[in-house]
DNA sequence: AACCAGGTCGTGA
DNA sequence: TCACGACATGGT
């Protein structure tokens, strides 16, 4: 991989186990916009960035160095070798050889905690669309002006301190509906120091998760996608509506299955890449199979 | 017009 | 412990 300057972008060539369309659209952020093929905007940690995707080369508009080492290298989880953690996953089992090669260029994002946990209780019975636009009206409405490469305006998603000082009848009208207070008793705890990242990174995975479902409207499954995507804890096995059909599918003849069985058998099954694994058959179950 | 969506909470057995 | 309805909103 070669990374460079030329006028006012960064060039990065021969990437690898690297599809931006499959890394955006797998389900795991939800604040960005597509603006032609292997083209979007890119909205993390109060910046925007313009990308685009040719072959095995990026071009990141408008950016320099410093924010790639600092900010994209880290997002994107560079420094990662994704083809050993594809044959450690497929080793472990080779059932889900499909699923790793229809979507190879899946990579796990580094994402902002607080956005994180505020995005994943959003995402509770929605549709991924839907939680796009909700991520987006509180942005709009409670963020940061940003300008994008081109002149455009973006709003960052908004930060602790900002949200935490939002009426539940201003929540309500980005269209949240019934989690409103959720997201405020998370914006509470994360404010008051109950629940920090620091915390967080500290405790072993099982307090941790003990310590996000503390906050109201938080479970099993939004603390697990917290951990995994904005906890860099890629041992974490979120187990939704989808995970639950292609696991029972695969592993329990199509039985009635318990989420938290089907997560422990998994955690058994893949261990530390148990995140991955997850990542690549729940966007493989979600855009092939159940039609 | 029901039914479902990257679920969680409160309730009652 | 476990099953089940309620919960906003928008799309089939």
């Given at each position: ?6 006028d ?92 790793i ?48 490469y ?23 009208e ?29 405790l072993?995975?099982e307090?941790?998760r ?28 979120p ?39 997850q ?13």
């Open positions: 991989m070669k990374v460079y300057a030329k006012n972008n960064i060039i990065i060539e021969e990437v690898q186990d690297f599809v931006l369309s499959q890394i955006l659209e797998c389900g795991q952020c939800f604040h960005f916009d597509k603006t032609a093929h292997e083209e979007y905007d890119i909205l993390a940690f109060d910046r925007v960035l313009h990308i685009k995707q040719v072959d095995n080369s990026l071009i990141l508009y408008a950016t320099n160095l410093e924010d790639y080492e600092n900010i994209w290298r880290i997002y994107f989880d560079m420094e990662n070798d994704y083809g050993n953690i594809k044959n450690q996953i497929a080793e472990a089992d080779s059932l889900l050889l499909p699923a090669n229809d979507k190879q260029g899946i990579r796990l994002l580094n994402q902002d905690f607080f956005e994180t946990l505020i995005s994943f209780i959003i995402s509770q019975n929605k549709q991924i669309p839907q939680i796009k636009q909700c991520v987006k009206n509180i942005s709009h409405k409670f963020g940061k002006e940003i300008i994008g081109n002149g455009g305006i973006f709003y960052s998603f908004p930060d602790v301190e900002t949200l935490n000082s939002v009426s539940e009848e201003e929540l309500r980005c269209k949240v509906g019934f989690r409103a207070p959720y997201i405020k008793s998370a914006c509470k705890a994360v404010y008051d120091g109950t629940v920090t990242k620091e915390k967080l990174d500290r072993g995975i307090d941790a003990e310590l996000l479902m503390t906050i109201k409207g938080v479970g099993e499954k939004v603390a697990n996608c917290v951990l995994l995507f904005g906890l860099g804890r890629r041992e974490a096995f187990v939704d509506v989808w995970m639950k059909r292609i696991m029972e599918q695969m592993y329990f003849g199509g039985k009635d299955t318990k989420k938290c069985d089907i997560e422990t058998f998994a955690n058994h099954k893949f261990g530390a890449f148990s995140g991955y694994a990542q690549y058959l729940f966007d493989y179950a979600r855009t092939n199979l159940f039609k």
